[in-house]
């Protein structure tokens, strides 16, 4: 099983319309990250959380929330979605102390 | 302002090969350097990564070098393998007033060719 899943895979939606994604880690990392990659661009991250009482605003945190709503579980949402947020987004997951993050499988968002 | 550079997109190499990813960075507070590698439909998985106290860290096939007064780092692959056929980011981390950073360069695909 995948230590860090990510749902849903695959979303297409419309302008103006409220989407969260859902991100789950089994690793017990306290640390947890959202990203963004766009078609020849980096990741960007937009938020991390530190543990359940911890959300810190990233490179690109507007036009996003987040909640952290236990240690395995970080989501993301968008509350009225608009096309420039059409991207890959990735979760990813770090243990304190250690500079590695382990990422999810993506999800990939389509805003028409 | 791209903090974290990987100039080429691309790289294609013969099987058996050397394969050789450059990233420059321009941030001095930069203090740990990470390599991960990226399949289709995939997210990106940790490669190999170096401290700035350190000149070359070598895993396997794997060996990165980092040039702190050039602020410039390589990834050498050797020898190159068709499996390696993947997009590589390099990325760079940082703590900065109190906020963690970890900056991602745009990524080069390499193909490693039979």
């Known amino acids: 099983d995948a230590d860090v899943t990510q749902t849903p895979r695959n979303r297409i939606t419309k302008t103006g319309k409220r989407i969260m994604l859902e991100c789950s880690q089994t690793k017990g990392h306290d640390r947890m990250y959202w990203y963004r990659q766009d078609p020849g661009l980096g990741l960007r991250l937009i938020y991390y959380?530190?543990?359940?009482?911890?959300?810190n605003k990233g490179e690109i945190s507007d036009g996003y929330s987040v909640s952290r709503q236990a240690q395995a579980k970080f989501s993301l949402s968008l509350e009225s979605a608009i096309p420039n947020q059409t991207a890959l987004y990735f979760c990813?997951?770090?243990?304190?102390?250690?500079?590695?993050?382990?990422f999810g499988p993506g999800t990939r968002l389509t805003v028409l | 302002d791209q903090q974290v550079k990987q100039n080429s997109p691309s790289l294609s190499v013969q099987e058996g090969r050397i394969s050789i990813l450059n990233c420059d960075y321009t941030?001095?507070?930069?203090?740990?350097f990470l390599w991960y590698k990226k399949y289709p439909a995939e997210g990106p998985t940790f490669l190999i990564s170096i401290s700035s106290i350190k000149d070359k860290n070598e895993d396997g096939r794997f060996t990165v070098f980092l040039n702190k007064s050039a602020k410039h780092l390589s990834l050498h692959i050797v020898p190159s393998q068709p499996g390696d056929s993947a997009v590589y980011f390099c990325a760079a981390s940082a703590v900065e007033g109190g906020s963690e950073k970890l900056v991602f360069g745009k990524g080069m695909k390499l193909t490693v060719n039979p």
């Open positions: 990813a997951t770090r243990d304190a102390g250690v500079h590695e993050q382990f």
């Open positions: 959380s530190f543990d359940v009482k911890d959300i």
């Open positions: 941030n001095s507070m930069f203090d740990y």
